[in-house]
């Protein structure tokens, strides 16, 4: 059993910042990518940003300039620093892992129950 708890979610004036974690927790052998993902109302759910277990990253254009992903593998943790927030960055986010859970070889995806971001302008 896996789960994936986020954190740090909240209501931001236009222009203020706010940083989320992600923490796996359970059977992990070991997790490779991990990013974030937002869904607006009414809107499908769309890559934010991710990152290989190595570093990389990739962004949405949306957000490049404005938001860092970033990862403790020792805590099995991802982040979201979110800057320059706007009223359009609103959505609930989505936190995701490819975890291996056993030494087994192959990965499986795991979702977060979520974190509420609204900007306010």
């Known amino acids: 059993q896996v789960h994936l708890v986020e954190s740090g979610g909240g209501l931001v004036q236009a222009g203020g910042s706010l940083r989320l974690s992600c923490a796996a927790s359970?059977?992990?052998?070991?997790?490779?990518?991990m990013g974030w993902y937002r869904q607006a109302p009414g809107k499908q759910r769309d890559l934010v940003a991710v990152i290989t277990s190595t570093g990389s990253t990739n962004y949405a254009d949306s957000v490049k300039g404005r938001f860092t992903i970033s990862r403790d593998n020792a805590k099995n943790t991802v982040y979201l620093e979110m800057n320059s927030l706007k009223p359009e960055d609103t959505a609930v986010y989505y936190c995701?892992?490819?975890?291996?859970?056993?030494?087994?070889?192959?990965?499986?995806?795991?979702w977060g129950q979520g974190t509420q971001v609204t900007v306010s302008s």
């Open positions: 995701n892992a490819y975890i291996r859970t056993s030494i087994v070889p192959g990965t499986g995806g795991y």
């Open positions: 359970g059977s992990i052998f070991t997790i490779t990518g």
